[in-house]
């Protein structure tokens, strides 16, 4: 079993294949509306570029800030008085207010101006906050290192800290790339009792969730598989609703082969489920969106023996 340390508070955002796939299955879901309307294609203005490298291989790292009002404005105003405050804080429970959304895009590959490969990250913010990132040194500092921890958590990169901002440079690269990014709810709510059949953990799972014990109330969920005309999925689509809880860094996920514990610090949830099929721990992806109140998980099934 491993812990799920993937919850970022972003708005969700998937690929081209992906976004084709999710709108073709969760068409019966939605009685026949356009499933396309879930994912908004969004076609950022240019912001600024900036240059680092990565710590695994020495490679440049170009990441470009884009805007865009699609992305949402964060809860709470970033003013450098704010950050200044919250300047040596080591509590995550203070920290974790001031998480920002952002749309961090699949990272690709391009080349310099030296022809040397280098590796590519969009992230889009909301307009209103790349205006202050622009004019306020302090904020563009707080920013950018949360853009940082984004990244590396997203996609297991590791950056160096010494960014340099490339002048007169918006954008890297030939084109600006769109992203998908989610505008509703992905998928109908359920009642926990309408779950998916469920099967016996492991003996192994089964004595290292032993030491949880329940504290919390069971939240409402929802499993959708997909494909969803098949025997034998390739993945499984989840979301809880967790309305009472304001912040990730409350959540504890743990997911088990084929199993999952959620529970909170605060002890206001607690969900324990057997899930109906093998998943690849490792792959599983979730994120948490503070407007919705929504943990949202992507769980690879494992290949059918």
């Known amino acids: 079993m491993s812990t799920n340390h993937s919850l970022l508070d972003l708005p969700e955002n998937i690929d081209d294949e992906l976004a084709a796939k999710l709108a073709q299955s969760l068409g019966s879901l939605n009685n026949g509306k356009n499933a396309s309307s879930l994912w908004e294609k969004v076609v950022p203005l240019p912001g600024m570029c900036l240059k680092t490298s990565s710590l695994k291989n020495n490679s440049k790292v170009f990441i470009n800030i884009c805007q865009s009002t699609a992305v949402p404005a964060p809860d709470r105003e970033i003013t450098e008085e704010l950050i200044v405050n919250l300047t040596g804080t080591s509590s995550v429970e203070v920290l974790s207010q001031y998480r920002l959304p952002m749309s961090i895009g699949e990272p690709r590959s391009e080349t310099d101006h030296a022809a040397a490969a280098c590796m590519v990250y969009d992230v889009i ?24 921890e984004g990244i590396e958590e997203k996609y297991g990169e590791e950056l160096k800290k010494d960014l340099k901002k490339l002048k007169n440079k918006k954008y890297f690269g030939a084109n600006i790339q769109e992203q998908h990014v989610r505008k509703k709810k992905l998928i109908t709510e359920m009642d926990p009792v309408s779950m998916l059949p469920s ?3 492991p003996q192994e799972d089964k004595e290292e969730f032993s ?3 329940p504290r919390g109330d069971t939240p409402r969920f929802s499993i959708v598989q997909e494909p969803q005309d098949v025997d034998y999925p390739e993945f499984l689509l989840m979301e809880v609703q967790l309305p009472k809880i304001k912040f ?7 997911v088990g082969e084929d199993r999952i514990v959620l529970q909170t610090r605060t002890g206001i949830y607690f969900l324990d489920i057997d899930l109906p099929f093998d998943v690849v721990q490792e792959d599983v992806g979730a994120q948490f969106n503070k407007i919705t109140r929504v943990l949202s998980m992507t769980l690879p099934v494992q290949p059918k023996q």
Do not use: G, M, R
Request: proline share 0%; charged share 20%; glycine share 0%.
């Open 248 to 254: 990730s860094s409350t959540i504890q996920l743990d």
């Open 199 to 201: 099967k016996a953990a």
């Open 125 to 148: 913010i909301h307009s209103k906050l790349f205006d202050k990132v622009e004019k306020s040194q302090i904020v563009f500092n707080f920013v950018v290192s949360v853009i940082l």
């Open 211 to 213: 030491a949880i014990k």
